[in-house]
């Protein structure tokens, strides 16, 4: 079983950044390829960003391209989302995603709680 615990969400301006981390149980970590998704009020869950095992392939959504970065931490199990120039669309629900035992993948197995990302104009 894999526990996953999201945070680092909060209001922030148009233009602005934030930095998610998601910290992961287990010591495996470094097996488990991770992303990140988004839900805003009466939209689906939609893919954001995902990485492989060492960090050496990460893909992303074409909304967030050139915006956002997904990295990670195999010594402290920990991945993260740094969200620069944010926009008000970028408003959501962020949760990260796990899935152990493959590479990279952009379906996964285990979800966070999820934390609140609210960009104001």
């Known amino acids: 079983q894999v526990q996953l615990v999201d945070t680092g969400g909060g209001l922030v301006q148009a233009g602005g950044s934030l930095r998610l981390s998601c910290a992961a149980s287990g010591r495996a970590f470094s097996n488990y390829a991770m992303g990140w998704f988004r839900q805003a009020p009466g939209k689906e869950r939609q893919f954001v960003a995902a990485?492989?095992?060492?960090?050496?392939?990460?893909d992303y959504a074409d909304s967030v391209k050139g915006r956002f970065t997904i990295s990670r931490d195999n010594a402290k199990n920990t991945v993260y989302l740094q969200m620069n120039n944010l926009k008000p669309e970028d408003t959501a629900v962020y949760y990260c995603a796990a899935k152990p035992g493959v590479i990279f993948t952009t379906r996964f197995d285990y979800w966070g709680q999820g934390t609140q990302v609210t960009v104001s104009s």
């Open positions: 990485i492989s095992w060492s960090g050496g392939l990460t």
